[in-house]
Each structure stands twice: as structure tokens, then as C-alpha cells.
């Protein structure tokens, strides 16, 4: 098992090294893909061999849990996709060697960040590694130098940060709540606080909860902190959004959802669970709001990442067996789809040389193949059948009825087919619509690379909508146990 | 906490210099010279260091003085320089565009202290801790993060944001050394290298501002909305 964890890290590591020597663009590329093969396979025997209680190493500083494990799973695969995307991707912004280098030695960086977050066992330890994600990010999202992207990025930087000061705040108050039964100075691990929480005043638990929300919802881009998130990931190349939609936001939720779970069995709460669920809801609204209107194909998916987190928040809030399975199933369906809808994206704003949805028309008819995937995608990504969304999204729904907030279903229910028709509305126009100007006609031809990916998400969202396997579920049970 | 019993010279010495780090960050909302922002910054750091010495040999912990000699050099030193040297590249000097005078900033600033105030008392309540050195590193505490807040949002000049930062964190770090400082060094201790990467990134980033964006006023930059 250590030594799954170990080709998890030192592989990216070692790519980030070989990123500084001189070398082709090719060399980069594909140093970059074994990378991330190695980390998927990395991450997917861990799942696989790691046993349901979590686990302590390192002198306790890293925890290998099967909740930790599901998110870097999650971000394992979401590396891979983009980085078999990347290669064609990047291939048209025509990168010298130079470039090359930076772009995949960033990305690496920003994979193996993802990657080591979760696995953090001290609070404090987890908060400086999503800082870190956040900086690698930055950089990411400002790659193409442009006004816009730079904007984007700076944006993202200050956002984020000052957020996150607040979510610093409250694993302050968190530890200090418990100095007063463990002595001035414990060891302070996920497990020490939940066992000391019980004894801390609900008020100051849940004040330290609140910050932590806000904290880590700024990163996830929950509503009403998101304002980041439209702009990172519109403005970012395609295979960063994907990364920085389908890898990073989970990694964010895990932080939310590990100090939901140490306020269980304390006063705090029920009205922590109440904060989550309504902080998602009040997110699918604002994501909803903002997809009827939307004129940026890329702002578009963005929206449709806050949704999802918003989803994700709720199933957790919900808790019980059944939210949260659903939750964790959500995540996995979220990184595949996402990935698959920013690959399309990307694909079409590079073909009609725009980034509005009025300027992309007929894309059936100038591209039968991906234009079908990426259509595809889109049903699948409101929830719809038979695709996994709709599996997990029906599970929290579930779950919500017999929860202590089952007054939110309905406003839940009446927001996903708010955005299920204006999304598909957008696709409408894009597929359907009048003929694009003489001018702006595509003539561009997809490699492999980009459409090798897309095959592989629609596969897995359609597979795991048909098919929900029962050791899966089996799993999320055990994880739920010990998030 | 710091459970240590403190003399009197001790409890005044604390006090005092929190109450030296809440005037000064008054400092940065009064003026709208960033030199002078600076400056307060790198004063407040030093206030801050001598906390920490002060609560290493009152409090008996050791780890402390090595925290109070890095923060002096990073927050107080290197930290001040760096900002100062992207003042002068960028040849921007001060805040042509401030959302609020001096005097009404200050009167606000006063209010979130009122604020800070009110919430800290209600949290020793609630906690019944009668400890006023404690009650007065939550006020320290919430005070800066809230007149850090301030100044991000009543300035436009990127580097008034990062300085917005800097005294959130640099209020986190006061108030976590009185409350808990047994809290991991090796935390703290990674806490200034984050901080230093931030500020780098920052720097880069300002600079790429200014060649592809033309500005580094938060009020020029509206091209992306919706």
C-alpha cells in the first residue's frame, strides 16, 4: 500500500525534475502522460488494496483513508484524461520547447498538490497544501499572457488567499477550543479533534465550522464566494479548466466535509449540516441564474462546476448512508463529465475561434463525431438518464426526503430542471441554430489526442449510469464511516 | 492557551502590544501612501515578533524565539523589501482612487474593533474564560482580520490587496501565539514560507498586470463579468 502512495507522489515529483532540463516539446508530453498513467494506476490500486479503516503513517502526519483515497482517485483520473488532451491541446497553441516545460512542469505540480492534500492528516498541514494548489493554479490560469487571463488569474490569487485566511482562522479556533481539555499543546490531527469535540462549547464549534466553510467553499466555489471560479476557469486553457473544475474543487470539498464530520454527535451539528445544505442550495441557484443567460461557452461549464459543487455540499449536508454515497459517487461523475465538457469546449473554441456560445453554430454538421460526444455530455451533465449524474443526483435527492432538511428537495428539484432546460437551450442554438457567418467557418481537424479523451469519460459516465456496482456501493458505506 | 499565571508587567506588556499592532494597522487605513503602508507593515511584523519573544520567555516555550527571529527577518525584513522594491519598479506610490477618505476609513476601522470587541467577549463567555490577556488576542485577532478586510475592499491598488492579506495574517499569527502556542512550530514555520511563495506570486503576477493588462487598479480591470 505505501508503495502505491509512494508512485503516487514521487512519479509527479520526478516529472516536475526532468520539466526543468532542456529538452523537445515531445519529450515533455509524453514524460508528462507516463506521469499520469502512473498516478492513475498508483491511485487506483490504492482504492483497490487500502484497508476500510484509515490508516496513520509517516508519525502521523499522512492519513491513507478510503475517503482520501476516492478524492485522489478522482484527481488521478481527471490528470490522466488531460494530460492525453493536453499533448493535442497544446499542440495547436503551438508552444515553443520553453513553454512546454513550464506549461507540463505547472501541471505536474498542480496534479501532485491534488495528490497530497488529501492524504494530509494534520488540518493545518492540509490548509498550506490547498494554499499551494492555489498558487501552482494561478500560474496555470495565466499561461496564455493575455489581459483576460491575467485578470483571471489575479483575481483568483486574491480571492482565494484571503479565503482561505478565514478557514485558517477557524482550524485556530478549533484547536484552541480543545487546549482547554487536552492541555496547551496535542497533537492536532483530524482524529484529535473529533475526539475532543464533543466536550468544546457548540457556539464556538460551530463559529470555527462557519470560517472553515466560507474558507474552503472560496476555493471549492461555492456561491456566494465563487466569483473566482467563472473567470479561472474560462480563461485558463482547456485542460486546465478540466483539472482545475474536476481534480480541484474535490480536493477543496474534502477539507468542508472531514469538519462536517468531526462536529457529528455534538451539538454544533445540526446547524452545521443546516449552513452546508443551504449554502449549496443558495449555490445551485446562483449557478442556475447565471447558465439561463450565459454568453461564454467556458463560463457556461463554469456555472455548471458551481452546480455540481453545490450538489456535492448538499449530499454531504444531507449525511446519512445515502447522501453520502451519493455524494462520493457525485465527485467521480462530476471529474468524468466536467473533463469531457471542457475537452468540448475546448475543442470548439479552437475550431470557431471564439468563446461565444452565438458564435458556434451547426457543430453536428462540421463535426459528427466529437460534436456527438460533446452533445452527449451535455445531457449527461444536467442529470439526465442513463448517464452517472443522474444516478448520484437522484441518491442525494433520496436522501434529502428523510433528512432533517428535506425542506430543500423540492427547491432542488425545481432548480436542476430550471438548469437541465436552459443548458440544453444553449445546445439547441449551437447545434441547430442559423448557419455561422461565411466567414467564421471551422475548417479545423481534431487529432486523436483530442478525442481519445472524450471516448474515455462518455464511456465511464455511461457505464457507471447503468451500472452502479455494488461493491462501489459497499465502499462508500465503509468510507462514510470514517470520512 | 497560555495557562502560565502572568505578572502583571507580563499581562501589560501583551497588552500593549496588541493594542501597538491594532494602531498601527489604523496606520494603513489612514493613509493612502503605500511607502507608508510599508512601513506600518513591517512595524506591526516586528511588534509581532517581540509578542512572540515575550510570550517564549514568559510562557517557557523555547520554539517560540526561533518563530520571533523568523518573523522579524521575513515579515519585518525581507517581506517589506520585496513590496517596496515592486512599489518602486511599478512607480506606483499611492492610492489615486480610494473608495474612502481617511477620516471615514478610520471611523470604520473603529467600528469592526467595536465588532471584534463584542464577538470576543461573547466567545469568553460563552467559553467562560475570565483570562483577559486571551479575551484581548481574540479582539487582536478578529480586529486585523476585519481592518485587513477593509483595506481590500476599500482599495484598488493591487498592492493594497496583498497588504489586506498580509495583515489578516499577520492578525491570525498574533492571536494563535497567545491562544495556542504550543500550536506545531513546524506549522508555523511552514505558515512563513507560504507566506513568502505568496508574496513572489504576487509579485509576478502585479508585474504580468501591468505589461498585459496596462493597470494594477482593481477598478480598470471589468472585462470579465457574468
Known amino acids: 500500500m505505501l508503495i502505491a502512495l509512494e508512485i503516487l507522489w514521487t512519479v509527479p515529483a520526478l516529472a516536475i525534475v526532468i520539466s526543468f532540463f532542456r529538452g523537445g516539446r515531445a519529450r515533455h508530453e509524453y514524460v508528462n502522460l507516463l506521469s499520469a498513467a502512473a498516478v492513475f494506476g498508483a491511485s487506483l490500486t490504492l482504492l483497490i488494496i487500502a484497508p476500510a479503516r484509515p490508516r496513520v503513517v509517516a508519525w502521523g502526519y499522512i492519513i491513507i483513508s478510503p475517503f482520501g483515497n476516492w478524492v485522489v482517485f478522482c484527481a488521478g483520473t481527471v490528470y490522466l484524461l488531460t494530460s492525453i488532451y493536453s499533448i493535442g491541446y497544446m499542440r495547436i497553441l503551438n508552444l515553443t520547447a520553453n513553454q512546454a516545460s513550464r506549461f507540463y512542469g505547472l501541471l505536474e505540480g498542480f496534479a501532485l498538490s491534488m495528490l497530497v492534500a488529501p492524504c494530509m492528516n494534520n488540518p493545518g498541514l492540509y490548509w498550506i497544501v490547498i494554499d499551494l494548489t492555489t498558487i501552482i493554479s494561478a500560474f496555470l490560469v495565466g499561461f496564455e499572457r493575455e489581459a483576460e487571463s491575467i485578470e483571471a488569474s489575479w483575481k483568483y490569487l486574491i480571492i482565494v488567499s484571503s479565503g482561505l485566511s478565514l478557514s485558517l482562522l477557524g482550524i485556530v479556533l478549533f484547536y484552541w477550543g480543545g487546549t482547554f481539555h487536552l492541555g496547551p499543546v496535542y497533537s492536532m490531527t483530524w482524529?484529535?479533534?473529533?475526539?475532543?469535540?464533543?466536550?468544546?462549547?457548540?457556539?464556538?464549534?460551530?463559529?470555527?465550522?462557519?470560517?472553515?466553510?466560507?474558507?474552503?467553499?472560496?476555493?471549492a466555489g461555492l456561491a456566494p464566494m465563487h466569483t473566482w471560479l467563472p473567470d479561472a476557469h474560462s480563461e485558463g486553457p482547456a485542460p486546465v479548466s478540466a483539472m482545475l473544475s474536476g481534480a480541484l474543487l474535490n480536493t477543496a470539498v474534502l477539507g468542508i466535509v472531514r469538519f462536517l464530520h468531526i462536529l457529528d454527535g455534538t451539538k454544533a451539528s445540526v446547524p452545521a449540516h443546516l449552513a452546508v445544505v443551504i449554502i449549496g442550495v443558495f449555490s445551485l441557484l446562483i449557478a442556475a441564474m447565471f447558465i439561463v443567460r450565459q454568453q461564454g461557452i467556458k463560463r457556461l461549464m463554469a456555472y455548471s462546476s458551481i452546480e455540481h459543487i453545490g450538489i456535492i455540499t448538499i449530499g454531504f449536508g444531507f449525511g446519512g448512508i445515502l447522501g453520502t454515497a451519493g455524494a462520493m459517487y457525485q465527485m467521480l461523475n462530476h471529474s468524468l463529465n466536467k473533463s469531457l465538457m471542457f475537452f468540448g469546449a475546448g475543442n470548439a473554441m479552437r475550431s470557431y475561434k471564439s468563446k461565444e456560445i452565438d458564435k458556434i453554430r451547426r457543430v453536428l454538421s462540421y463535426y459528427p463525431v466529437t460534436g456527438t460526444l460533446w452533445l452527449l455530455g451535455a445531457i449527461a451533465i444536467t442529470g439526465a438518464p442513463p448517464f452517472g449524474l443522474f444516478q448520484s443526483e437522484v441518491a442525494i435527492l433520496r436522501a434529502g426526503i428523510t433528512s432533517t432538511n428535506s425542506w430543500s428537495v423540492w427547491l432542488i428539484a425545481v432548480l436542476l430542471i430550471v438548469i437541465f432546460v436552459s443548458f440544453m437551450n444553449h445546445f439547441r442554438s449551437m447545434y441547430?441554430?442559423?448557419?455561422?457567418?461565411?466567414?467564421?467557418?471551422?475548417?479545423?481537424?481534431f487529432s486523436c489526442w483530442l478525442e481519445v479523451p472524450m471516448w474515455l469519460s462518455l464511456t465511464a459516465i455511461l457505464v457507471l449510469g447503468l451500472w452502479w456496482p455494488s461493491g462501489l456501493l459497499h465502499f462508500f458505506i465503509e468510507a462514510g464511516k470514517s470520512l | 492557551m497560555l495557562t502560565v499565571p502572568l505578572g502583571s508587567l507580563a499581562e501589560s506588556l501583551f497588552s500593549f502590544l496588541m493594542t501597538a499592532a491594532l494602531v498601527l494597522s489604523f496606520v494603513m487605513v489612514g493613509s493612502h501612501w503605500l511607502r507608508n503602508h510599508i512601513i506600518a507593515f513591517a512595524t506591526e511584523s516586528w511588534v509581532i515578533a517581540v509578542l512572540s519573544a515575550s510570550v517564549a520567555y514568559y510562557g517557557h516555550y523555547q520554539e517560540l524565539y526561533i518563530i520571533a527571529v523568523l518573523t522579524a527577518l521575513f515579515r519585518g525584513m525581507l517581506l517589506p523589501y520585496l513590496l517596496l522594491r515592486l512599489v518602486n519598479r511599478l512607480d506606483i506610490h499611492r492610492e489615486f482612487r480610494p473608495l474612502f477618505r481617511p477620516a471615514s476609513g478610520m471611523l470604520t476601522g473603529a467600528l469592526l474593533i467595536v465588532v471584534a470587541f463584542a464577538l470576543s467577549s461573547s466567545i469568553g463567555d460563552k467559553l467562560k474564560v475570565s483570562n483577559s490577556i486571551a479575551l484581548m488576542a481574540l479582539t487582536a485577532m478578529f480586529g486585523l482580520m476585519l481592518i485587513g478586510f477593509l483595506l481590500m475592499v476599500v482599495r484598488s491598488e493591487a498592492i493594497s490587496h496583498i497588504l489586506g492579506l498580509l495583515v489578516i495574517e499577520n492578525g491570525i499569527f498574533l492571536g494563535s501565539q497567545i491562544l495556542i502556542p504550543g500550536f506545531a512550530i513546524l506549522l508555523e514555520l511552514v505558515i512563513l514560507f507560504d507566506l513568502l511563495i505568496i508574496v513572489m506570486t504576487f509579485g509576478i503576477l502585479v508585474r504580468y498586470l501591468k505589461t498585459h493588462a496596462g493597470t494594477t487598479s482593481s477598478q480598470e480591470l471589468q472585462k470579465l463579468v457574468g
Open chain 1, 191 to 219: 482524529a484529535a479533534l473529533h475526539s475532543v469535540a464533543g466536550k468544546v462549547p457548540p457556539s464556538l464549534l460551530l463559529t470555527s465550522f462557519l470560517l472553515v466553510l466560507i474558507g474552503f467553499g472560496t476555493k
Open chain 1, 432 to 445: 441547430f441554430g442559423l448557419e455561422p457567418e461565411a466567414n467564421g467557418l471551422p475548417t479545423m481537424q
